[in-house]
C-alpha cells in the first residue's frame, strides 16, 4: 500500500508546506508564495490521480489505445489559472499596502493599525 | 426562445456585460448600462422561479452536451430562490449606487467598480445556478476575486489590509473545497451534482469521502464566515466602501450557505451528512458560539459598519443553528433568515451608506442627534433593527420564531433561550445607537441635512419589505419550506 | 527508468518547498519558487499532463515569478526579519489537515491503477467519441473548449477579473499622462541582439501554440501567455515607454474586454441558431464542421484575454515602479 500511495503522500508533505507557509509567516510576500505552493501542489494531486500506468498522453494518435485521464487536466489548467489571477491581485495587494504602512510585515502593519 | 435558455441568461447577461461596461469607459454611460443589466437579471430570476414552480427542476446541458459529460445548470426551489435575493438586491444596491460611488470614488475608479460588481453578480448567480461541482468552484473565484476589487476601494487605507486578509483566507477556503471536491472526483469518477448524489452511497463509507466531506464543509464554513472563520469578515465589511458592504453583505455569505446545503443535503445527502458524521453536532455548537459570542463583541464597536459586520456574523450563527437540526422545519427556517436578513442588513448598510454620504463618517459621535438632522435614514437603521431583534412584524421575527419552533420540535428547549439572549444582545446594540440619536443633541457645528432621495429610496424600499415579509410570509415561507422539502429529499 | 524520474523530481519539490520555509532573503524564495513551478511541470509531464505542465511552466514559473519580482522590486525588501517564536497554533493546524488529508488517502484507489473508477465513468466517452463528435486530436483541448466549455468560460472571465483587479489596484485608467522610464536594458549589448532575435520567434511561437493547440499540447492560455512574455521581454530590455508605443494600455484594454466578450457571444450564438449557450453543433452545417469552428473562435477569444491581461498586469506594475521612481526624485 506504501508504494501505491506514497505519489499521493509527498504531494500532501508539499501542501502542508504551502498552507504552513501561509498561516504561520508575517512577511506579506512570502505568504503569497507560500499560498502558490499550496495551490500548485493541489494541482499536482488532481493530475496524479490522472495518471495510468502505461497510459500515453491523452492525445489522439494511430496505434494508441491506453491513455492517461485527460478530465483532470483540464480541471487544474482552470486551477492554475485561477492561480495567478490570485497571485496577481496579491502582489497588486502587497504593493498597495506597502506605500501606504511602509512595510510588508503583518506585525509592523498590525501595531501602525492599533495606534490610529 | 428566451424562457427556454432563462437558466443560462441567468449568469451570461450579467458576465456578457461586464467587458461591454468597461468598453464604454465613462461611468456616465456605464452606471445606467449596469443599472439595466441588473434589471434584467432580477426579470430573469423571477422568470426562473415561475418555470420552476410550475415546471418542477429545471435542468440545462451547457453546450448541448448532457451531463455528466458536459455542465449542466440545475434550477430547483431552493437556488431559485437564492438567486431571486441575489439579483433582487444586485438591482437595488445597484440603483443606490449611481449616487453613491459617484460620492465615494474618484472618477477614474468608478467605472471599474461598477465592471467588477456586475462579475460579482455573474460569478455569486454562476455558484448558484450550476449543477455541477467544479463550476462552483470557478464562479466562487469569479465572485471572490471581484468581491477584492471592490472592498480594495474603500476610502481608508485598512481597506487594502481588509482585501488582504479577505483573499489569504477566501482563496485558502476555496482551495479546501477543491480539495474536497478532487477527493470526491477520485471515488466517483463525476463532477455533476446530481451523478455524485447517486454514485457516493457506494463509496460513502470510505475515509476518502470522509475526509472529503470535512473539507469541504470547512472550506465552504470559511466562505459563509462560521465562527471561528469569520475572521476576514468585519474588517472587510467595514473599510469597504458603502455600496459594496450593502452587496456583499447581503449576499456573499447567503451564496455560501447555499452551498453549503447543496453539498450536505443534495451530494452528501442527509442521512450521510448528520448521522455517519457529526455535522450536526458540531454546527450547533458553532452555531451558539457565533450567536453570542460575536453579538457581544458587536456591543464594543466604535465603528458602526464593524458593529453591524459582527452583526452579521451573529445573524449566520442564527442560519446555521437552523440548518444543524437536519430537519425540514430547521432547515426552512435557514433558508428564511438567509431572505430576511438580506433584506435587513442590505437595508442598515445601505443606511450607513447614506449617514456616510452626508456626515463622511460611521462611528458612534456621528450618530450624535441623528434622529433629528437624519429621521429617515435613522428610522431606517432602527426598523433594521428592530428586525435583527425579532420584534412581531419585522421578516426578522418570522425567522426566529421557525426557528425556535425547529429546535422545540427536537426538544430542544435550551436552545429557544440562545436565540432569545441573541435578540437580548441585538437590542443592546440597537439601543446604543438609539440612545445616541434621540437621546443626545447634534453636533451644532455642522450642518447635516437628510440624505438624498436617490439614496433614500432605495434604502426604504429594502427596509419596508422587511416590514412587509413579516407580515405577509405567503411566498416565503411557502418557497422556503419547498426549497427545504426538495433538499432533504435529495436525488435519489 | 520511469519512478527514478519522479523520485528525483518530488525530491526537488520536497527540498525547494521546505527550503522557502526556512529562508529569509525574498529574493531567493522567489527564486526557489520558480524552480519548484518548473520542477512540478516537468513533473507533470512525467504523469503524461502536456498541456498543464505547458501552463504550469508558461504561468508559473514565468507569469508568477515575473510579478513577484516586480513586487519585491518595488518594496525593496530582500531580507523577511525574524521570525517570531515557532507558533504552535499554525504547527498545529498544518499537522490536522495533513493527518486528515493522508486519512483520506488511504481507502484512494493505487497511484496509477487503471481500473480506479475516474477512468471508468465519464472519460471513456470523451476518449471514444471525441475523435468523431468533434474531430480534433488533443482530448484535452475538446474538453476543456467544448465538453466543459462553460468552464473556460469562466476561467476567462477569472482572467479578465484579474486584469481588472491589478488595473484597480496599481493602474491609470483613465488618466494619460505620459511617464517615461529611463530603467531599460538597451546599453546593454548582448541583451540587445539576443531580445531582439527572441521576440519574433516568441511570437511565432505564441501563434503556432494557438492554432496547433487542437493537434498537439497548447491552446489559448498558454499562446496568450507566450505572446505576452514576448512583449513583457521587448519591454525589459528595450524600455517601458518604448513598448507601450507599440501596444498601448488602451488598446489592451479593449483587446481584454473583446477576448471574454467573443467567448460569450460565441455562446449566444448558439442560442439564438436554436441550441442551448455554447452549443457548437449548430454553428456549421455538421456538426463536427461547427464544433472545429466554435473551438476555433473561442481558443481565440481565451487567447486574446489573456496576452492582454498578462501584459496590462506587466505594465500596472512597471508603471507603478516609475511613478515611485519619478517621486523618488
Excluded at chain 2, 46 to 73: F, K, N, R
Excluded at chain 2, 75 to 84: H, R, W
Excluded at chain 3, 125 to 143: D, F, H, K, L, M
Aim: charged share 10%; aromatic share 10%.
Amino acid at each position: 500500500m506504501v508504494l501505491g500511495l506514497y505519489n499521493y503522500w509527498i504531494v500532501v508533505l508539499l501542501m502542508m508546506t504551502g498552507f504552513y507557509i501561509v498561516i504561520a509567516h508575517g512577511n506579506l510576500i512570502k505568504k503569497v508564495v507560500g499560498l502558490n505552493i499550496f495551490q500548485t501542489s493541489v494541482i499536482i494531486m488532481y493530475v496524479s490521480m490522472g495518471k495510468v500506468r502505461d497510459g500515453a498522453p491523452p492525445i489522439l494518435t494511430d496505434g494508441v489505445t491506453l491513455y492517461s485521464n485527460p478530465l483532470p487536466h483540464v480541471l487544474m489548467l482552470t486551477a492554475i489559472v485561477v492561480g495567478v489571477a490570485t497571485t496577481a491581485l496579491a502582489l497588486s495587494l502587497v504593493i498597495r499596502i506597502n506605500e501606504a504602512y511602509g512595510s510588508v510585515e503583518e506585525e509592523d502593519i498590525h501595531t501602525q493599525e492599533q495606534s490610529s | 426562445m428566451i424562457s427556454a435558455n432563462l437558466p443560462a441568461l441567468q449568469v451570461i447577461i450579467p458576465l456578457l456585460a461586464a467587458p461591454l461596461a468597461f468598453l464604454l469607459r465613462k461611468p456616465r454611460l456605464v452606471w445606467p448600462f449596469a443599472l439595466l443589466t441588473t434589471v434584467l437579471t432580477l426579470l430573469v430570476s423571477i422568470g426562473l422561479l415561475q418555470q420552476v414552480l410550475d415546471q418542477g427542476v429545471i435542468s440545462y446541458a451547457m453546450g448541448g452536451w448532457s451531463p455528466p459529460w458536459g455542465i449542466e445548470y440545475r434550477v430547483d426551489s431552493a437556488n431559485a430562490f437564492v438567486a431571486l435575493i441575489v439579483s433582487a438586491m444586485g438591482a437595488i444596491v445597484m440603483f443606490y449606487a449611481g449616487t453613491s460611488i459617484r460620492h465615494e470614488l474618484p472618477e477614474h475608479k468608478q467605472t471599474l467598480f461598477h465592471v467588477a460588481y456586475l462579475l460579482c453578480l455573474a460569478g455569486l448567480l454562476g455558484i448558484v445556478v450550476t449543477g455541477d461541482a467544479f463550476n462552483v468552484f470557478v464562479f466562487l473565484e469569479v465572485s471572490s476575486l471581484s468581491t477584492y476589487i471592490m472592498v480594495s476601494l474603500g476610502a481608508n487605507r485598512r481597506a487594502l489590509t481588509a482585501t488582504f486578509q479577505y483573499l489569504i483566507m477566501g482563496t485558502l477556503g476555496a482551495t479546501f473545497i477543491l480539495i474536497g471536491v478532487g477527493l470526491m472526483y477520485v471515488m466517483t469518477g463525476t463532477l455533476n451534482m446530481v451523478d455524485l448524489a447517486q454514485r457516493l452511497p457506494e463509496v460513502a463509507e470510505t475515509r476518502t469521502i470522509y475526509s472529503a466531506f470535512a473539507f469541504v464543509t470547512v472550506g465552504v464554513c470559511l466562505k459563509l464566515a462560521l465562527f471561528p472563520l469569520h475572521g476576514w469578515l468585519p474588517n472587510a465589511y467595514a473599510y469597504a466602501p458603502s455600496v459594496a458592504t450593502a452587496f456583499v453583505a447581503s449576499t456573499a455569505t447567503k451564496v455560501a450557505i447555499y452551498v453549503l446545503l447543496r453539498f450536505v443535503l443534495t451530494i452528501f445527502g442527509v442521512t450521510f451528512s448528520f448521522n455517519t458524521m457529526p455535522l450536526g453536532q458540531i454546527l450547533m455548537v458553532l452555531a451558539i458560539l457565533a450567536i453570542l459570542i460575536p453579538s457581544t463583541v458587536a456591543i464594543y464597536q466604535t465603528n458602526i459598519k464593524r458593529l453591524f459586520a459582527y452583526s452579521s456574523v451573529g445573524q449566520v450563527g442564527y442560519i446555521i443553528l437552523g440548518i444543524s437540526f437536519g430537519t425540514v422545519l430547521g432547515v426552512s427556517a435557514g433558508l428564511l433568515h438567509i431572505f430576511n436578513h438580506a433584506l435587513m442588513k442590505g437595508g442598515i448598510f445601505l443606511a450607513l451608506g447614506c449617514l456616510y454620504y452626508r456626515t463622511g463618517s460611521v462611528q458612534l459621535d456621528a450618530f450624535r442627534g441623528l434622529g433629528k438632522t437624519m429621521p429617515w435614514t435613522m428610522a431606517a437603521i432602527v426598523v433594521g433593527g428592530l428586525g435583527l431583534v425579532g420584534v412581531p412584524l419585522t421578516a426578522g421575527f418570522i425567522s426566529k420564531w421557525y426557528l425556535v419552533m425547529a429546535a422545540l420540535e427536537q426538544g430542544y428547549w435550551p436552545l429557544a433561550v440562545v436565540v432569545l439572549a441573541g435578540s437580548l444582545l441585538a437590542a443592546v446594540y440597537l439601543w446604543k445607537l438609539v440612545e445616541m440619536a434621540y437621546f443626545q443633541q447634534p453636533d451644532n457645528a455642522t450642518e447635516v441635512r437628510e440624505a438624498p432621495l436617490a439614496l433614500l429610496l432605495p434604502t426604504w424600499l429594502v427596509i419596508a419589505s422587511t416590514i412587509y415579509f413579516g407580515i405577509n410570509t405567503d411566498l416565503t415561507i411557502g418557497v422556503a419550506t419547498l426549497a427545504a422539502e426538495t433538499l432533504i429529499e435529495g436525488v435519489r | 527508468m520511469v519512478n527514478l524520474i519522479d523520485i528525483v523530481l518530488m525530491g526537488l519539490l520536497l527540498i525547494t518547498a521546505f527550503a522557502i520555509v526556512r529562508m529569509r532573503d525574498l529574493f531567493a524564495i522567489v527564486m526557489l519558487f520558480s524552480i519548484y513551478s518548473l520542477a512540478s511541470a516537468s513533473f507533470f509531464v512525467n504523469l503524461d499532463a502536456v498541456d498543464v505542465a505547458l501552463t504550469e511552466a508558461a504561468v508559473g514559473a514565468g507569469i508568477s515569478t515575473v510579478l513577484m519580482l516586480g513586487t519585491l522590486a518595488m518594496t525593496r525588501r530582500h531580507e523577511e526579519r525574524r521570525p517570531r517564536q515557532p507558533h504552535l497554533l499554525p504547527l498545529f493546524i498544518v499537522a490536522v489537515t495533513g493527518a486528515v488529508l493522508i486519512y483520506g488517502t488511504l481507502d484512494m484507489p493505487h497511484f496509477a491503477d487503471p481500473a480506479a473508477p475516474i477512468h471508468q465513468h465519464v472519460v471513456p466517452r470523451y476518449i471514444e467519441q471525441s475523435g468523431t463528435e468533434i474531430g480534433i486530436p488533443n482530448i484535452v483541448a475538446s474538453i476543456l473548449a467544448s465538453y466543459r466549455g462553460f468552464d473556460t468560460l469562466g476561467e476567462t472571465a477569472v482572467v479578465f477579473t484579474a486584469g481588472l483587479g491589478v488595473l484597480t489596484l496599481l493602474g491609470r485608467f483613465g488618466r494619460r499622462e505620459e511617464l517615461s522610464d529611463g530603467r531599460s536594458m538597451y546599453h546593454d549589448m548582448i541583451l540587445r541582439v539576443i531580445g531582439k532575435a527572441l521576440v519574433p520567434l516568441m511570437l511565432l511561437f505564441a501563434l503556432y501554440v494557438q492554432f496547433h493547440g487542437e493537434l498537439g499540447p497548447g491552446g489559448g492560455f498558454q499562446a496568450g501567455v507566450v505572446a505576452a512574455a514576448a512583449f513583457i521581454l521587448y519591454s525589459i530590455v528595450f524600455g517601458w515607454d518604448r513598448a507601450q508605443k507599440i501596444i498601448s494600455p488602451f488598446a489592451l484594454n479593449i483587446m481584454m474586454a473583446c477576448g471574454v466578450s467573443l467567448y460569450a457571444l460565441v455562446g449566444v450564438a448558439g442560442m439564438l441558431l436554436g441550441g442551448e449557450f455554447l452549443n457548437y453543433n449548430v454553428l456549421g452545417s455538421y456538426p463536427a464542421g461547427g464544433q472545429h469552428l466554435g473551438i476555433f473562435l473561442v481558443e481565440l477569444g481565451v487567447g486574446i484575454t489573456v496576452a492582454a491581461v498578462m501584459l496590462s498586469i506587466y505594465f500596472d506594475f512597471a508603471a507603478r515602479l516609475a511613478v515611485r521612481k519619478l517621486e523618488g526624485e
